[in-house]
């Protein structure tokens, strides 16, 4: 079982930046693939990057490429997403999730466990 606790979101003006961040329960975190989805009103949930166990490995929406980044410290269980040049269209809900690594379900957005989500809006 995975905890996961996301913070950092806020009120932005557009092209401004935020840094979230979601810290995992457990001693096991780099077992652990890693993504960032987010869900706007209305709209369906989508994924916007990725990022392997070890860090290695990292993958992103068309949508958020060159402006986000994602990253982990497997010493402090904790992901980050880095959110540059942001736009109004990427206000929206913010979520980390975990599958246990391995395979290739985090490719397919096919994740196990969920934070809570953390608020991100964006103003024009």
């Known amino acids: 079982q995975v905890q996961l606790v996301e913070s950092g979101g806020g009120l932005v003006q557009a092209g401004g930046s935020l840094r979230l961040s979601c810290t995992a329960s457990?001693?096991?975190?780099?077992?652990?693939?890693m993504g960032w989805f987010r869900q706007a009103p209305g709209k369906e949930r989508e994924i916007a990057a990725a990022?392997?166990?070890?860090?290695?490995?990292?993958t992103y929406a068309d949508s958020v490429k060159g402006r986000f980044t994602i990253s982990r410290d497997n010493a402090k269980n904790t992901v980050y997403l880095e959110m540059n040049s942001l736009k109004p269209e990427d206000t929206a809900v913010y979520y980390c999730?975990?599958?246990?690594?391995?395979?290739?379900?985090?490719?397919?957005?096919?994740?196990?466990?969920w934070g809570q989500g953390t608020q991100v809006t964006v103003s024009s």
């Open positions: 999730a975990a599958v246990f690594t391995g395979g290739s379900r985090w490719l397919n957005n096919d994740y196990d466990y």
């Open positions: 457990g001693r096991t975190f780099s077992r652990y693939d």
């Open positions: 990022i392997s166990g070890s860090g290695v490995l990292t």
